[in-house]
């Protein structure tokens, strides 16, 4: 089945009309009247009042408002914090919460526990107090953890309470204008389709938020945090905990329970930087919260100079996502997700107790995963990219990553990717290496002489007419490129399962695929090369930065004809 929109923005283009007509006016007035939040009410009626006095821009951000609901993906929803329909607010949450309820109920869990957390973003108190409201209303047992909390806590809180659903308030590395609400089900894991279709319909008979029932009776789940930070602790499998380390949540909720973490773990607590310790759902000090975006890190990566640290770790700020940085001769630098990916999962492999362990990795990853698990006789499964199918991997699964540094080192009690886990593990690794003199650099030189080379990419094509996607898609799928990087290619079309083209040659592979999130295309290349020896290292290196480089050209070239 084709992947529904995840729900993490709208990327319906509306058109705005010349004028205010009925049909919109009216729609604007009938949302106005059945919304809960006298403060949103307010705040449409005024966009309301000047799009009928005729300001063009009024009535096109009218138009935009209006345009929703905001669609119930496999993500749940993202969008602006805002009024109306097409935004995350109170009457959006109410409605949303009316619909998963009903859900539930026909899944056969009527009466169940559910689980709410929230990360420190606006509106995500008044959304997680409303969403408790409504499940409690609709006869659920509502446990609350303790907020702002990280999103992998509430994941954890799932299984560890029995519940039959949680729901995460959270809009994760998103803009600061944005919230969200991520739903996983009663296996703690991510709803897939066809969920995310049944829920919206069941949103969309719900009736207006003035009439969904509320009532108090929601209970919080103070044990939780401590029994997740327990189960955390266990991870470590060698006895070094010597690790200066630097760390930054990026003003989100990863701070205090990282700190926690560790020290519950035995190393010692992280040097925070400090302008971004504490939740700010402004974010001020960056300009897009994101460990994976250009200056995001800056001011860890100074800290670690200026510490002398061994270890450098970023959050994003729900704490589900994580990126280490590295001393690389005379400066740092942030690891890529998937050299992050390829040292964790040889550690774990290397460590794990289980006869037949199981790793993953999705499509769009580095392919070096597989030959780890290969040399490690484990197991090994790739899936389309998401924690919601990497959680779904197998039995046995040990560990999951994506590119995007998501890591799932504990599958065990977190069924989903979490930064404050990998995070101590990473330690765990770094300490280890320590005390041989070695690093995380050195290690993944040793996994490059094993396996050889693996360089990847990534190419993002931006449009403002969304059909450029389709009809770029199309293009492909009609007439698919033969050769790339002076190597012939044979082409995969993974539809109807997803709307992806896989090329493969000797020593490389591009992954095209629309992206999920934003208004884009993306095409995710990788090349290997062949390592005869530690000493051909530098060599191979060059070969494959040198391919890297040809095979984006075609790509690009593709890509914009």
């Avoid at 009216?26 to 300001?55: C, H, S, Y």
């Avoid at 949303?96 to 509106?123: F, I, K, P």
């Avoid at 990473?426 to 041989?436: E, F, I, K, P, V």
């Avoid at 070695?438 to 990847?456: C, M, Q, S």
Wanted: with cysteine; proline share 8%.
């Amino acid at each position: 089945m084709p992947e529904r929109n995840p729900g993490i923005r709208r990327l319906t283009i509306v058109t705005a009309p010349a004028r205010l007509t009925p049909d919109l006016r009216d729609r604007t007035f009938r949302w106005i009247a059945d919304d809960v939040d006298e403060t949103a009410r307010a705040e449409l009626q005024g966009v309301l009042a000047r799009a009928m006095g005729g300001e063009a821009a009024a009535v096109a951000e009218l138009a935009d408002r209006m345009s929703g609901p905001l669609e119930f993906g496999t993500a749940g929803l993202r969008g602006p914090v805002r009024a109306g329909p097409n935004g995350m607010n109170t009457a959006v949450v109410v409605r949303t919460t009316a619909g998963v309820a009903s859900w539930l109920a026909r899944q056969g869990h009527a009466g169940g526990v559910v689980v709410l957390g929230r990360d420190a973003r606006h509106g995500s108190a008044a959304f997680a107090a409303a969403a408790a409201e409504v499940l409690a209303a609709a006869g659920f047992v509502v446990r609350t953890l303790p907020a702002p909390i990280p999103t992998p806590v509430l994941a954890f809180a799932v299984g560890h309470l029995g519940a039959v659903a949680g729901i995460q308030l959270t809009a994760s590395h998103n803009p600061p204008a944005d919230n969200g609400y991520k739903l996983y089900d009663h296996t703690g894991v991510q709803i897939v389709p066809p969920a995310d279709g049944e829920i919206e319909a069941e949103i969309a008979a719900a009736p207006g938020a003035r009439n969904v029932p509320r009532a108090r009776g929601a209970t919080e789940a103070a044990e939780v945090p401590e029994a997740y930070l327990d189960r955390v602790a266990e991870l470590p499998a060698g006895q070094a905990r010597e690790l200066r380390v630097v760390a930054t949540a990026l003003h989100g909720v990863g701070a205090e329970t990282l700190r926690l973490a560790m020290l519950r773990a035995g190393f010692a607590a992280p040097v925070p930087v400090a302008p971004q310790a504490e939740p700010d759902p402004d974010f001020p000090t960056v300009p897009f919260p994101n460990p994976e975006e250009p200056g995001a890190t800056d001011l860890l990566l100074e800290l670690a100079e200026r510490e002398g640290a061994d270890l450098a770790i970023a959050l994003d700020p729900d704490a589900d996502r994580c990126a280490l940085g590295v001393r690389e001769r005379d400066s740092w630098r942030m690891l890529r997700g998937d050299e992050a990916g390829v040292l964790l999962g040889e550690h774990v492999l290397s460590t794990v107790d289980n006869p037949d362990p199981l790793v993953a990795t999705t499509i769009v990853s580095s392919s070096m995963l597989a030959r780890v698990a290969e040399a490690h006789g484990a197991r090994y499964a790739e899936t389309l990219t998401g924690f919601k199918w990497l959680a779904r991997a197998g039995e046995g699964l040990v560990f999951a990553y994506e590119e995007a540094l998501g890591l799932c080192v504990n599958p065990r009690f977190v069924r989903d990717k979490d930064g404050i886990a990998a995070a101590v593990l990473a330690c765990d690794l770094a300490a280890t290496l320590r005390t041989r003199g070695r690093t995380l650099l050195d290690a993944l030189d040793e996994l490059a002489v094993r396996h050889g080379v693996h360089r990847t990419d990534q190419i993002a094509l931006r449009v403002t007419e969304l059909s450029r996607i389709g009809e770029l898609m199309a293009t492909l799928r009609a007439a698919p490129p033969t050769a790339l990087a002076g190597a012939e290619v044979r082409t995969e079309d993974l539809l109807p399962e997803a709307d992806v083209l896989r090329l493969r040659g000797p020593g490389l592979r591009v992954v095209i695929r629309p992206s999920g999130t934003e208004p884009k295309l993306k095409a995710y290349l990788e090349v290997t090369e062949p390592v005869p020896d530690a000493s051909g290292l530098p060599a191979a290196r060059t070969r494959a930065e040198d391919r890297l480089t040809h095979l984006r050209t075609d790509i690009e070239s593709l890509l914009t004809p």
